[in-house]
């Protein structure tokens, strides 16, 4: 059966996530995401008060990276958390937005192996063992707690491109897959398995999450208004030959792109077509979500994820997918 997750950007303080997965938890989510930039509130303090006022609902950051953060510290902060929340902790890691990390002089150098080996000196960390590591990007002459960390905490790799799809399929215990249409979580899930085959591991023994832009109402143009300003910022940092994929005038990706960096939320928002909301959303009436869930799912999808913006009202949207989205899949 599917498991339903939610993301949250701590843009938002932390007692209204908290507020949201209560909510979210009441209805049957099973997985907690918050995201990680630097110029938004900080993850942990986010996950930890979330943590503290849950009790089933799994919690963990989605996604850190290893350039703003050193592993040692991931590390730390989660088997903490898994002490407060015990067995309901995960950790989520990626390459790192890009951008972000250029705006405060943080090279993004060579992220597969900086990704790899996060992963590595983590799961070791975690464990309890004295982690000696020579690697391409990290070098540690010996690192180990002063106490003895309890359970396991799964780990989940955020990725796009093939080889870090690959990668994820390799070394992680989940993957979490950026990707909101049929088309592309297909071809996300085929490097996957690439990289599973590659190992000699079985593609279910991993849990597969498409991490999706997400917006649902009633109202059709209520839902498709606000996935509007998420989907111009996905189109303006995609890649042209994703554009290409789902036949997108690459001039109108130019125009967003130009507007979003003006702050000329207008022309930016007003280039948006409907196009761009199908590829890169789950948006529409809870019965057209169902729809193309029904749809990803075949693809072998054990965990959707409901992210920004979830509806144009979150705590009315949360209420819509508790009652009338979840349940489906559920009954
Ligand atoms: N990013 C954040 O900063 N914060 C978040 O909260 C966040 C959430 C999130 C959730 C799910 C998810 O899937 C992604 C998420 N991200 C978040 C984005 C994530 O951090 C990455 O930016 C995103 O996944 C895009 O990265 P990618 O997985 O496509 O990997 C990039 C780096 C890439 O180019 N990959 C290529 C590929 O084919 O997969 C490989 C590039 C390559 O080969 N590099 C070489 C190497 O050795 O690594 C050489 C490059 C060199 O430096 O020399």
């Given at each position: 059966m599917v498991k339903f997750g939610i993301e949250f950007v701590p843009k938002e303080p932390y007692w209204k996530i908290?507020?949201?997965?209560?909510?979210?938890?009441?209805?049957?989510?099973?997985?907690?995401w918050i995201t990680d930039?630097?110029?938004?509130?900080?993850?942990?303090?986010?996950?930890?008060?979330?943590?503290?006022?849950?009790?089933?609902?799994?919690?963990?950051?989605?996604?850190?990276?290893?350039?703003?953060?050193?592993?040692?510290?991931?590390?730390?902060a989660l088997v903490t958390l898994n002490e407060l929340a015990p067995g309901r902790v995960v950790l989520g890691i990626g390459a790192g937005d890009k951008t972000t990390l250029a705006s405060v002089g943080v090279e993004m150098r060579k992220p597969l192996s900086a990704v790899r080996e996060a992963v590595d000196i983590f799961r070791n960390m975690a464990r309890g063992e004295?982690?000696?590591?020579?690697?391409?990007?990290?070098?540690?002459?010996?690192?180990?707690?002063?106490?003895?960390?309890?359970?396991?905490?799964?780990?989940?790799?955020?990725?796009?491109?093939?080889?870090?799809?690959?990668?994820?399929?390799?070394?992680?215990?989940?993957?979490?897959?950026?990707?909101?249409?049929?088309?592309?979580?297909?071809?996300?899930?085929?490097?996957?398995?690439?990289?599973?085959?590659?190992?000699?591991?079985?593609?279910?023994?991993?849990?597969?999450?498409?991490?999706?832009?997400?917006?649902?109402?009633?109202?059709?143009?209520?839902?498709?208004?606000?996935?509007?300003?998420?989907?111009?910022?996905?189109?303006?940092?995609?890649?042209s030959q994703v554009l290409e994929r789902h036949e997108i005038d690459l001039k109108k990706a130019e125009e967003i792109r130009e507007a979003l960096k003006t702050n000329d939320w207008g022309g930016a928002f007003g280039a948006v077509s409907k196009e761009m909301i199908d590829a890169f959303s789950v948006c529409g009436t809870p019965i057209m979500c169902i729809e193309r869930i029904n749809q990803l799912l075949k693809f072998g999808i054990s965990q959707f994820v409901v992210g920004s913006p979830i509806g144009p009202k979150v705590k009315a949207a949360i209420d819509l997918i508790n009652e009338e989205i979840i349940p489906s899949f559920t009954k």
């Amino acid at each position: 059966m599917v498991k339903f997750g939610i993301e949250f950007v701590p843009k938002e303080p932390y007692w209204k996530i908290t507020f949201y997965a209560i909510q979210a938890e009441r209805g049957g989510f099973s997985n907690l995401w918050i995201t990680d930039h630097f110029n938004n509130r900080n993850v942990y303090v986010t996950l930890t008060t979330a943590a503290i006022y849950t009790n089933k609902i799994t919690v963990g950051p989605g996604v850190t990276n290893p350039y703003m953060v050193n592993p040692v510290f991931t590390a730390q902060a989660l088997v903490t958390l898994n002490e407060l929340a015990p067995g309901r902790v995960v950790l989520g890691i990626g390459a790192g937005d890009k951008t972000t990390l250029a705006s405060v002089g943080v090279e993004m150098r060579k992220p597969l192996s900086a990704v790899r080996e996060a992963v590595d000196i983590f799961r070791n960390m975690a464990r309890g063992e004295n982690v000696a590591y020579e690697g391409k990007v990290f070098q540690i002459a010996g690192a180990k707690f002063f106490f003895k960390p309890k359970g396991e905490i799964p780990i989940y790799v955020g990725a796009q491109g093939p080889k870090m799809l690959a990668l994820a399929g390799k070394i992680g215990d989940g993957v979490l897959i950026n990707a909101c249409h049929p088309d592309d979580v297909e071809y996300a899930v085929n490097c996957v398995k690439n990289g599973v085959q590659e190992i000699g591991k079985q593609f279910n023994e991993l849990d597969v999450a498409a991490y999706t832009s997400f917006s649902v109402h009633k109202d059709l143009k209520k839902a498709m208004k606000a996935a509007v300003p998420v989907v111009a910022f996905i189109v303006a940092g995609s890649p042209s030959q994703v554009l290409e994929r789902h036949e997108i005038d690459l001039k109108k990706a130019e125009e967003i792109r130009e507007a979003l960096k003006t702050n000329d939320w207008g022309g930016a928002f007003g280039a948006v077509s409907k196009e761009m909301i199908d590829a890169f959303s789950v948006c529409g009436t809870p019965i057209m979500c169902i729809e193309r869930i029904n749809q990803l799912l075949k693809f072998g999808i054990s965990q959707f994820v409901v992210g920004s913006p979830i509806g144009p009202k979150v705590k009315a949207a949360i209420d819509l997918i508790n009652e009338e989205i979840i349940p489906s899949f559920t009954k």
